[in-house]
Structures are given as structure tokens and as C-alpha cells.
């Protein structure tokens, strides 16, 4: 992957209620990257605790690309944080 093509491409937030789309009314979830090319690895640290008893989502863009320029398609994770 191209490490400078992450930036700005990656969006996390809170999902709506249901656990889908976007809460738009949610405070922003404030984050680091990094990608680490050795073990291709793209790690996201969180600069506060996640709000307990709620869905994240993370979101790749459209702009992430391989080194060859190849274009990532779109990926989107979703997961609950328990009590």
C-alpha cells in the first residue's frame, strides 16, 4: 500500500442507531494512523476511550491506493464496544 494515500481516507465514527450509517449527531472519534509496510498493517490508535455499549465504524475511501497505483475499492468495518 501507499502510506501517503491513507491520508485523508479513512474516516471513524459512531454508527446510527441499529448499528448503521453514520450518527451524524455523535461527537467525532479523534485517531492516529500509522501503516506499518513490514507487516502490512494499518493501525489505528484512538486518542480517547471509545464510548461503551456502541457500534464503530471505520471506513476506507476512495482514494487509498497500492504502490503501484492500483486503487483500493471502498471497505468499510463495523464493530460493538461492550460493557
Do not use: C, K
Not at 479523534?30 to 489505528?44: H, M, S, T
Request: aromatic share 10%; hydrophobic share 40%.
Amino acid at each position: 500500500m501507499d502510506p501517503e494515500s491513507f491520508d485523508g481516507q479513512v474516516r471513524v465514527a459512531y454508527a446510527g442507531p441499529g448499528g448503521t450509517g453514520i450518527d451524524a449527531g455523535a461527537a467525532d472519534i479523534l485517531f492516529e494512523l500509522a501503516y506499518r509496510g513490514r507487516n502490512r498493517v494499518l493501525e489505528i490508535r484512538f486518542d480517547h476511550e471509545l464510548e461503551r455499549f456502541r457500534s464503530i465504524t471505520v471506513e476506507l475511501l476512495d482514494g487509498v491506493q497500492a504502490n503501484d497505483g492500483t486503487p483500493l475499492p471502498p471497505w468499510t468495518l463495523s464493530f460493538f464496544i461492550g460493557g
